[in-house]
């Protein structure tokens, strides 16, 4: 019922910062709770943030905590990952991901629906 397309990503020195972007289709996607996940190579698929249906909950994997920020824009059909003070360990495969409840979940299998990717890739 929902396409998810990321844009943003691209090759960051550790320290600095990226914004990625998360464009979605369908009429209920107010209703959506949101998520971005990353997958590193040889790595599990790791959660990142969660934020729900109408902005007011977020939730922060602790090794982002602080330097991330979730946010949405239901009115453009958005939803944004700030990423500031960059390390080398957050290089991975940045994934948008939609849920059809209102309330946020933090496991991959909890989610419906999901992007291509996004590479991020911070420099030493």
């Known amino acids: 019922q929902v396409q998810l397309v990321e844009s943003g990503g691209g090759l960051v020195q550790a320290g600095g910062s990226l914004r990625l972007s998360c464009a979605a289709s369908g009429r209920t996607f107010n209703t959506y709770a949101m998520g971005w996940f990353r997958q590193a190579p040889g790595k599990e698929r790791e959660f990142v943030a969660a934020i729900d249906w109408n902005g007011y909950s977020t939730s922060y994997a602790a090794s982002v905590k602080g330097r991330f920020t979730i946010s949405r824009d239901n009115a453009k059909n958005m939803v944004y990952l700030q990423m500031s003070s960059l390390k080398p360990e957050d290089t991975a495969v940045y994934y948008c991901?939609?849920?059809?409840?209102?309330?946020?979940?933090?496991?991959?299998?909890?989610?419906?629906?999901w992007g291509q990717g996004t590479q991020v890739t911070v420099s030493p």
């Open positions: 991901a939609s849920r059809l409840r209102i309330l946020i979940a933090t496991t991959a299998r909890e989610y419906d629906y």
